[in-house]
């Protein structure tokens, strides 16, 4: 009994300790599930935090170092040479070259002020998230750089992407803030294109330079108040033509006349022969940047490999030497630095503190362009061909003076990326100065950008500007177009006006210039004929044409328009510039213009006469304006704006015009909206662009056909004075060597 009892006590105890054992599992089950449930919740959070991370805009910095990181790390340059494209990096031949060369002595100070300046904006203490995620650089990074450079097309298409693009997006930003108006010097908008205006293509002779290549720079404008200006040229340079090492090599202080272009020896010596090829290549690549930024007016230029960019300047007061800074971000850019990552030396960061130092220097007028040209040598050897001479073996070697040199960092310890990080390292009492003085390149140059920003880089100041009132700008005569500088432009003259002075009438008392036209009250006829106006014009531009000469912002397929005022007697008009290669087709408008002079001022404008002008006008990249046509403003145009007419069918008027032209012996070629206008004074459309004009061969037969709504510019004294000149039309203005 004892022993059946002592049993069951052992089964029960048995039992109880499963029972405990299966409560333990169950427990350590749970346990298990609930780690597993509280891990899986942390790996979702941490899948979260990381898209979050990937998908988040990013702020200043994270957007600067992402950038490199996934742009200018990943970039590679082709080194078989069977894989990439031929030929010359650039022809100097016929260009203007600079006298000297000199390193930029203070650019890492003078670039470090802008760059921080913005850092600051940027990246306050709210950490402004701004810019692009960080999931899509990455993929945009590996389309980009998935392939090799092997071409200047592979290097537009990288650096438009990698570079331009990224700068592009920190200026809109900062172009959008109050706090950063002072920064970008109260400029409303910039603009990145890769630039060749159509008048650069125009037809040459076979003495010619050849035409340039159509992607070879990018232009940067800027916009302000309605007004459009070049800001900064950017050459591209094929890395695998020429190379960083020969750009190390060859960017030196030399005299370039006396030192490249004019050396008539090559080295035996194979050391000294790469050093030779180095200096005259780099050299090639600058001039031709050299002369963009001379015939533009520009203080800042550059051209990039892609791998390297070289950074120009030229002093107001010294257009004879350009100054240099060379930049290697994949190399500037040390990784691991005990300082932190280097921000403003990534390729992003050199040009936007770039561009912000840009927007600071204004372009310069056309009689600094003219009088730097003068003072300058031409480079007139066929580069081509030398460059062809160099075996390729010695053209991918490295002088001996290419060894690579890591730019100082920090510049100045007191940046702002710097001082966050270590706020407690550096006692009040320890800061110190800026790594380096500024050089005499800033010394030289009282109007130095660089003396209009902080020393030490802070926030910068608040300004509120009034903003200028906008005069909108269209095809010649959609509105009274304001002027390229800041004085009052006057009123264009009537068509009356000038078809007075054109066939010698009276006057015209409605003209808004009436007043200008002459010098005593009791004067009704016109103080000065068409030969006398034409050759002031021409005299005037030849020694001023940064007055009185405005560039409309107005752009055909041969030509652009000027509002041109002749400063004696007031008389304001249109003059349609062109190029070399057009200039034939200028003077054969003219010719055009003089077959149709009984339908002047009624369906076409007024044609005053053509001019040569004795210095070009340098207008835009490679655009050199050297002829012009002098005509009336003409209205408003039919492709960009429908004019309200009351009681008057615009197609029938478009017909009726068109009729007077091809009665006239003219065939227009190009009849289209673009190359039609409505004149309020005359209530009528007028046919304009006669450059494609054909004019038919035929027997005269009696007078000229005359459309009768020319009446109103004739007063009835004067009728038959004008029957008689319609079978003699006056003759064309004769342009005189001696200026009146």
């Given at each position: 009994m004892e022993e059946s009892e002592l049993e069951r006590l052992k089964r029960a105890l048995a039992a109880a300790e499963q029972r405990a054992d299966a409560a333990e599992q169950r427990a350590d089950t749970a346990e298990q599930r609930a780690d597993t449930a509280e891990q899986r919740a942390d790996t979702a959070e941490q899948r979260a935090d990381t898209a979050e991370q990937?998908?988040?805009?990013?702020?200043?910095?994270?957007y600067i170092q992402l950038c490199h990181e996934h742009f200018t790390v990943p970039l590679r340059v082709e080194t078989d040479q069977s894989l990439t494209t031929g030929g010359s990096i650039t022809?100097?031949?016929?260009?203007k070259h600079p006298t000297y060369l000199r390193p930029w002595d203070d650019f890492p100070q003078t670039h470090l002020r802008y760059f921080d300046?913005?850092?600051?904006?940027?990246?306050?203490d709210n950490e402004r998230l701004l810019f692009s995620p960080r999931i899509a650089l990455e993929e945009e990074g590996k389309t980009v750089c998935d392939r090799a450079l092997t071409s200047e097309k592979d290097l537009e298409y990288y650096d438009r992407a990698a570079v331009e693009a990224k700068v592009k997006m920190v200026l809109q930003e900062l172009l959008s803030l109050?706090?950063?108006?002072?920064?970008v010097n109260g400029y409303t908008d910039i603009e990145f294109c890769n630039h060749l205006n159509s008048l650069r293509q125009a037809p040459q002779s076979e003495t010619k330079r050849p035409r340039p290549s159509a992607v070879d720079q990018a232009c940067i404008f800027r916009h302000s108040s309605g007004e459009r200006s070049l800001l900064v040229v950017r050459e591209y340079k094929a890395a695998h033509k020429l190379s960083t090492a020969y750009l190390r090599a060859g960017l030196r202080p030399m005299?370039?006349?006396?030192e490249v272009v004019q050396r008539a020896t090559i080295p035996n010596d194979p050391a000294d022969r790469l050093q030779y090829h180095a200096e005259r290549l780099v050299a090639a690549a600058v001039t031709q940047t050299f002369e963009y930024m001379i015939d533009n007016g520009l203080e800042y230029g550059s051209f990039t490999t892609g791998v390297a960019e070289v950074y120009l300047r030229v002093l107001k007061d010294d257009p004879k030497t350009v100054y240099y800074y060379l930049t290697e971000p994949q190399l500037d850019v040390a990784p691991a630095d005990p300082a932190g990552f280097r921000y403003p030396f990534t390729a992003v960061s050199r040009l936007l503190g770039f561009c912000l130092m840009a927007l600071h220097a204004p372009v310069r007028?056309?009689?600094?362009?003219?009088h730097a040209s003068e003072q300058l040598g031409v480079w007139k050897e066929d580069f081509d061909e030398i460059l062809r001479q160099i075996p390729d073996d010695e053209l991918h070697q490295s002088p001996h003076e290419s060894l690579y040199s890591s730019p100082h960092y920090p510049v100045n310890p007191r940046s702002p990326y710097l001082t966050r990080r270590r706020k407690l390292i550096l006692e009040p009492d320890d800061e110190p100065e800026l790594a380096s003085a500024r050089s005499d390149t800033s010394s030289e140059d009282p109007g130095d950008p660089a003396s209009t920003m902080p020393d030490t880089p802070t926030r910068a100041t608040t300004a509120k500007r009034k903003r200028e009132s906008t005069e909108t700008t269209s095809r010649v005569g959609a509105t009274q177009p304001a002027t390229s500088g800041q004085r009052q432009a006057r009123s264009y003259c009537t068509m009356k006006c000038l078809a007075g002075l054109r066939f010698q009438r009276t006057l015209d008392p409605g003209c808004p210039n009436y007043a200008h036209h002459r010098t005593s009250p009791d004067t009704t006829v016109h103080e000065i004929d068409l030969n006398v106006l034409v050759d002031r014009v021409r005299c005037q531009l030849n020694f001023d044409v940064d007055h009185n000469c405005d560039p409309l912002g107005i752009q055909g397929a041969t030509g652009v328009l000027f509002r041109v005022t002749q400063v004696s007697h007031g008389y304001t008009f249109v003059a349609k510039g062109t190029v070399d290669g057009y200039r034939q087709q200028l003077r054969h408008e003219g010719q055009v213009y003089h077959q149709l002079w009984p339908i002047q001022g009624a369906a076409t404008p007024v044609y005053l006469g053509n001019i040569d002008l004795k210095y070009p006008y340098f207008y835009d990249v490679g655009v050199k304006i050297v002829h012009m046509l002098l005509i009336s403003w003409g209205g408003y145009s039919l492709y960009e704006r429908s004019p309200a007419i009351d009681g008057v069918s615009l197609e029938n008027e478009k017909q009726r015009s068109m009729r007077a032209v091809s009665q006239l012996s003219v065939v227009h070629m190009d009849l289209r909206s673009p190359n039609m206008l409505w004149n309020d004074e005359v209530q009528r459309v007028l046919?304009?662009?006669f450059e494609r004009a054909h004019i038919r061969q035929q027997k005269r037969k009696g007078k000229h056909h005359s459309d009768s709504t020319i009446t109103h510019l004739r007063s009835p004294k004067r009728q038959r004075h004008q029957d008689l000149l319609a079978s003699h039309p006056p003759p064309l203005a004769q342009s005189n060597s001696a200026c009146i």
């Open positions: 990937l998908t988040t805009r990013t702020s200043f910095p994270q022809n100097p031949r016929e260009k300046a913005a850092y600051s904006v940027l990246y306050d109050e706090d950063a108006r002072d920064l005299a370039v006349r006396a007028p056309q009689c600094w362009r003219r046919v304009i662009d």
